[in-house]
């Protein structure tokens, strides 16, 4: 069974940061590109970034550049995203999310439960 | 950046109702849209992807059409297990949701 699990989150002031971590297990995790995902309260989904199966190639929101930062350990079977300089609209449940090769390209197909942030004095 | 729009933002509805739900693009995306359901608290779930093709497991009343830049969300027969919040989200370049459609009950 595909699991994601997501940890690392809680409350950070302003400016600080935070590092969030995602364990996968029921699949080989270095065969799968990878995302954060978030939901601030009250809105919709927000995508932030992107690894490739090998760690090669990372995609980034503008919302995020230069803040957040995507990495994995294969051999960890882990996704991190290192997130600094915390602004009070990053409070949101963080996702990590797989993604799968479906007919000619991929997308995210599992997900975790999520982690929340807050960032608040 | 791929901008997206999906309307409504709100829908109110009853068991048994067609619902459908619009997403549209910026750009040309072709066929690489996928729909998602989520419920509060709950990850979100793949309903449909390159457009039309259904997720293995979700049931026949959910459908999705379009390509290009306009593409469509529909729920024959609305059941209870429904109502949830519905978003499109665009594959072509990086990634992008749309704002989202909440399911409610009428």
């Known amino acids: 069974e595909v699991q994601l699990v997501e940890s690392g989150g809680g409350l950070v002031q302003p400016g600080g940061s935070l590092r969030l971590s995602c364990a996968a297990s029921g699949f080989t995790f270095s065969h799968y590109n990878m995302n954060w995902v978030r939901r601030a309260p009250g809105k919709g989904l927000e995508w932030l970034s992107y690894i490739s199966d090998s760690g090669t190639t990372i995609y980034q929101a503008d919302s995020v550049k230069g803040r957040f930062t995507i990495s994995r350990d294969n051999a960890q079977n882990s996704l991190y995203l290192q997130m600094n300089s915390l602004r009070a609209e990053d409070t949101a449940v963080y996702y990590c999310?797989?993604?799968?090769?479906?007919?000619?390209?991929?997308?995210?197909?599992?997900w975790g439960q999520g982690t929340l942030v807050t960032v608040s004095s | 950046d791929i901008q997206m729009t999906q309307s409504p933002s709100t829908l109110s509805a009853s068991v048994g109702d067609r619902v459908t739900i619009t997403c549209r693009t910026s750009?040309?995306?072709?066929?690489?849209l996928a729909w998602y359901q989520q419920k509060p608290g709950k990850a979100p779930k793949l309903l449909i992807y390159k457009a039309s093709s259904l997720e293995s497991g979700v049931p026949s009343r959910f459908s999705g059409s379009g390509s290009g830049t306009e593409f469509t969300l529909t729920i024959s027969s609305l059941q209870p297990d429904d109502f949830a919040t519905y978003y499109c989200q665009q594959y072509s370049t990086y990634r992008t949701f749309g704002q989202g459609t909440k399911v409610e009950i009428k």
């Open positions: 999310a797989r993604e799968a090769a479906i007919e000619g390209a991929t997308l995210p197909d599992y």
């Open positions: 750009q040309s995306i072709s066929s690489w």
